[in-house]
Nanobody, 123 residues
Framework: QVQLVESGGGLVQPGGSLRLSCAASGVTLDEHTITWFRQAPGREREGVSCIRRVDGTHYAASVKGRFTISRNNVKNTVYLQMNSLKPEDTAVYYC?????????????????WGQGTQVTVSS
């Protein structure tokens, strides 16, 4: 079965950290570009961070310097380390794969999505 499964979300205080995981089955992540998106209630889905099929990463301005995307090819998993979390980071976070060699936050090129994991930043 081809699927992505996100995990690692939860409730954290402002300034705290979380590490999200995107585990793949039936698809080899190092052959794809992987992007983390997020969607907050009442807001449009937005791209957060991307790791290219052939290395290279990209971050939204709102998370640059705080979030780090990485990939473990042995575990076929992509991670999103989130530090210095802010209440505005609260959202459901999704990972998605694309066969494109380039990073883009245009959701239309992503053909496989996970079910999402909730991140809540609140005191």
């Amino acid at each position: 079965q081809v699927q992505l499964v996100e995990s690692g979300g939860g409730l954290v205080q402002p300034g705290g950290s979380l590490r999200l995981s995107c585990a793949a089955s039936g698809v080899t992540l190092d052959e794809h570009t992987i992007t983390w998106f997020r969607q907050a209630p009442g807001r449009e889905r937005e791209g957060v961070s991307c790791i290219r099929r052939v290395d290279g990463t990209h971050y939204a301005a709102s998370v640059k310097g705080r979030f780090t995307i990485s990939r473990n090819n042995v575990k076929n998993t992509v991670y999103l380390q989130m530090n210095s979390l802010k209440p505005e980071d609260t959202a459901v976070y999704y990972c998605a794969t694309s066969e494109s060699a380039f990073c883009t936050f245009y959701a239309g090129v992503y053909n496989l999505w996970g079910q999402g994991t909730q991140v809540t930043v609140s005191s």
